[in-house]
């Protein structure tokens, strides 16, 4: 069976840092699509980094520059590191990850629908 955990969430000020860690068993992230997604209160879920089969990334226009995702393949093992924090990216945040293999812009063009595998996901708040 395929699970992936996520952990790292809580809360923080503005401008504060974060660091998600989303362990997988029964599945390899090695070569595949793998990425992390954000569902704030009364939104839709939606992509925040993918990383692809070759190693390339996508981000969302809103955390560029502020967030990376990263991967250790030994520890199969999914990080997203949050920097320069803002009240607006408060939500819960998912880890997921499919069999498909891209770069990491056709891996975030997919979506949510393309994506086979999440964990429950990790509570993030950022206060003012």
């Known amino acids: 069976q395929v699970q992936l955990a996520e952990s790292g969430g809580g809360s923080v000020q503005a401008g504060g840092s974060l660091r998600l860690s989303c362990a997988a068993s029964g599945y390899s992230y090695s070569g595949y699509c793998m990425g992390w997604f954000r569902q704030a209160p009364g939104k839709e879920r939606e992509g925040v980094a993918t990383?692809?089969?070759?190693?390339?990334?996508s981000y969302a226009d809103s955390v560029k520059g502020r967030f990376t995702i990263s991967k250790d393949n030994a520890e199969n093992t999914l990080y997203l590191q949050m920097n320069s924090l803002k009240p607006e990216d408060t939500a819960v945040y998912y880890c997921a990850a499919d069999l498909a293999a891209g770069t990491g812009a056709y891996c975030y063009s997919r979506g949510d629908r393309g994506m086979d595998y999440w964990g429950k996901g990790t509570l993030v708040t950022i206060s003012s």
């Open positions: 990383l692809g089969s070759d190693g390339s990334t």
